[in-house]
């Protein structure tokens, strides 16, 4: 008997073993979790010790990181010197900041919008490490402090846009303004293709309901798909009535662009027909009983009804001869076109920026804004055309038109006009 429980013992000895091991596992683990319970909570009971949080709150609320940012978009009034004194930084620090930007011959006119954005190091005696400042939408100049850490290097960056070519037309349902917005064209295209028909069409007057027009102009996209500038008007066509006005965009000579017909004439006139988009023509040249005098007079101008602040354009090319108060006329600008012509805007609200007695204006440049100063019952443009010193009718103005291209000129006119007819195509056959 001995022997066989001997023999039961040796041979499940090694199973007795591995309980036993099992047994003295399962008591280890739990005195090491009741342990590790207490350290625990001794651990959280020193951090939730009130002495311990205030101490904490002092010394990391006075913390700040290294490196911050300060961005800031120009606004009227301002110029550089007041921007640089929106900076925490002492003054000698602002003093070669000022002296950077004004060495810089692309910044010497500081324009509304432009964007400002300085990176400041919070540990460095000079603060400002680098900044930028943004000259269009498509470029900026990049100031970044050079080895000896007092001066700044300069980089010029141009941004990584893809310009594409895009084609619209719609029905001109109410305005050309609305009609075209409605298909997703920017205001400034619209402006712009406003001025170029400006010259042959009356917009109050020429343009009818179920009229038509054609586009292709420039767009910058940037590398997340989105449109960040539109460029040049290539082609544009203005079906008024069932008959084509078109216009096509051509370099004649090296570095001289303009806008020709399908004849190869230049649309640009001496003068403008009509110097401001959007308004309605609310009384004409001729005699009329005044509005506030009360008797009746001879109207030596043109009035165009437009909501204040509406922009007001030179009609031509020329030469700021008056920009101030006109008596009756209120704030009012003068401008010598040549030997002949003479222009005068008045009831301006405001003058455009840089406008003048002297200052030299190109033909579709804002010169003023809408208002109703000096006298007047509502907000208006008062616009007069001078002809060798006498007062004419500016609506039954004929003027010659621009450039003819003729020999070598007009066949290469000829050629790039087929591409552009071609390029049309391709982007309808894509949209269709």
Known sequence: MKSITKNYLKNYSIFLWLILIILLGIVISSIY????????????????????????????KNLEPRYTNFYYISKPGDTYQTIIEKLQIEKREKKILVETILKEKSLKILKINQKFSFKFDNLADLKILEFKIET??????????????????????????TKRLVYKETIITNSLYNSALDIGIKPNVIIEFARLYGFQV????????????QIIFEEFINEENKIVDTGEII??????QNSDLQLYKHEYEKGKVDYFDENGKSIKKTLMKTPIN????SSSYGKRKHPILGYTKMHLGTDFAAPKGTPIMASGDGKVVK???????????KIKHNSIYQTVYAHMSKFGRGIKKGAKVKQGQIIG???????STGPHL?????????????????????????????KKFEVDKIKIDVMKSNLIAKIN
Do not use: M
């Open 323 to 333: 920009a101030g108060w006109c008596g009756g006329g209120g704030n009012c600008v």
């Open 278 to 281: 959007g308004a309605r023509l």
């Open 202 to 213: 009356d917009f109050q007057r020429d343009v009818w309901k179920n009229d038509s027009f």
């Open 33 to 60: 979790s009741v342990s590790k319970k207490g350290v625990s909570e001794q651990i959280e009971g020193s951090l939730s010790n009130i002495y311990l949080k205030k101490t904490f709150r002092e010394i990391t």
């Open 136 to 161: 269009g939408r498509k470029n900026e100049i990049l100031f970044y402090r050079s080895d000896d850490n007092a001066n700044f290097q300069v980089k010029k960056i141009e941004k990584n846009f």
């Open 382 to 410: 008062h616009y007069e055309v001078i002809e060798n010193g006498k007062k004419i009718n500016s609506q039954k103005l004929k003027l010659p038109s621009g450039k003819i291209l003729k020999g070598e000129q007009r």
């Open 235 to 240: 082609f544009a066509n203005l079906n008024l």
């Open 369 to 375: 804004y809408v208002g109703s100063t000096g006298l």
